[in-house]
């Protein structure tokens, strides 16, 4: 039967390049709808410090002429002259809506600088972004228009071959841009296709297939995303997720992958903050520089060097911790210490662009709000390596168990999935400013 068929087999017919795996299935097949990451055009828009970004567009919209130009730094997409349709979310109403909502053109009518909003910049990285269609190449409307309080994405890594095991995905509230430290970008999946935790995000049918086999208990939405998160492998294909036919075996992935989801939403959504347990938790024993230039990690002392500053204990798994070969601790750092002093990030000026633009602006120094965040993602780094041997445990239960296998999802009528749902959902009835504050109807 091909229930019966196990991980090991999977692997093993795999490795001998007979074909394509019956019983692995892709990400693409569970949850079909995806999408690409945002294309900012313009590194300024998003950063770690909201108060730059003000003063960023402050400057930007004083600006006038030829200035302005040089500024924005125009692409095909944007420049200070392009009429575009608001964010979803962020229209108002009134005589001067096209300016409230950013839809005018800039150069004409900037409007007042909108709040920015938090954003995931790759992975563990949370950041802020100015939430102006104008000024954005590829803002992902579709996201925006799903992005509400009971929505979670699930972001794939960037595969990189021969790397230090790392997380093949992730899981956040926030909008994520899908940005991969490795360069290679994976697919953002919402777990829903509409507002309001509707219409789930997942092969029609395979929740039906999934309580038949396993039980009516744990086979929600959130429930399959949990598992996942917990089980999903990397691939160069994406993300492949072996599916149990074994209920223990699926109860104890979901338990974990539950677990996995409560500490990357760090208390959002009503959950409690992450925490370590007493004597473990890291504190700063001395206070960090104005405009640090290095990190440094001690592992006798268990210790975070930012010049004259130090954080302990840090727990050698949180510093070692990597996703797509990339250490997530010294490229949080990294982004912040050049933040800091108004460096331009690496990769953030186009070919034959000036260094002076508006990336410098705003730079004023390591913020109190940056100590705060290193010490949770410490926390939440240190959490997560101390839940890999229970992912690794979850692995070894999976080599010995039976799978439900791709052949029967097709017999099932699971696979494959209609090219319907690997489009956006339809929104009728949402109403959504367009270009110089026109409706724009979808």
Known sequence: MAARRTAAAATATTAAGSGEDSTFLELDELMPWSV??????????????????????????????????????????????????????????????????????????????????????????????????????????????????????????????????????????????????????????????????????????????????????????ESVLAWILAAALPSPSGCRVPLPADAEVWAAGVELGREL?????????????????????????????????????????????????????VPAGAWEFTVSGVRVLELWFGRRAAAAVGAVPEGGIPEGAEADGLEVVGARGWTPEWTSELLELITVLALLDGLRPRQEALRARLERAPLISRDELRAAGVLPVPASVRRPASVLGHQEEGPEGQFALL
Request: aromatic share 6%; net charge positive.
């Open 261 to 313: 989801v409560r500490v990357q939403l760090r208390g959002a959504r009503g959950g409690e903050r992450p925490r370590l347990p007493g004597g473990r938790r890291p504190y700063v024993r001395a206070a960090l520089p104005a405009r640090p230039t290095g990190i440094v990690y001690d592992a006798e002392a268990e210790a975070l060097i930012i010049g004259d500053g130090r954080i302990s204990p």
């Open 36 to 221: 690409r990451p945002l294309r900012t055009g313009r590194s300024w828009v998003s950063g770690p410090d909201p108060a730059a970004l003000r003063a960023r567009w402050e400057r930007l919209a004083a600006a006038e002429g030829p200035e302005q130009e040089r500024l924005f730094r125009p692409s095909r997409s944007r420049t200070p002259h392009t009429p575009v349709a608001a964010l979803p979310g962020r229209s108002t109403t009134g005589a001067r809506a096209g300016a409230a909502a950013g839809t005018g053109r800039f150069a004409r009518e900037p409007g007042a600088c909108p709040d920015p909003v938090r954003i995931l910049h790759g992975p563990f990285d949370e950041q802020w972004l100015l939430p102006d269609h104008r000024l954005i190449d590829a803002a992902r409307p579709e996201l925006w228009r799903v992005g509400d309080g009971r929505q979670l994405f699930a972001v794939e890594h960037g595969y990189v071959p021969q790397t230090a095991a790392g997380p093949a995905l992730s899981v956040t509230h926030l909008l994520p841009d899908g940005h991969s430290p490795a360069g290679r970008p994976g697919r953002i999946r919402p777990l829903y296709r509409r507002p309001d935790a509707t219409d789930p995000n997942l092969a029609p049918g395979l929740l039906d297939v999934v309580r038949t086999r396993l039980g009516p208990q744990e086979t929600g939405p």
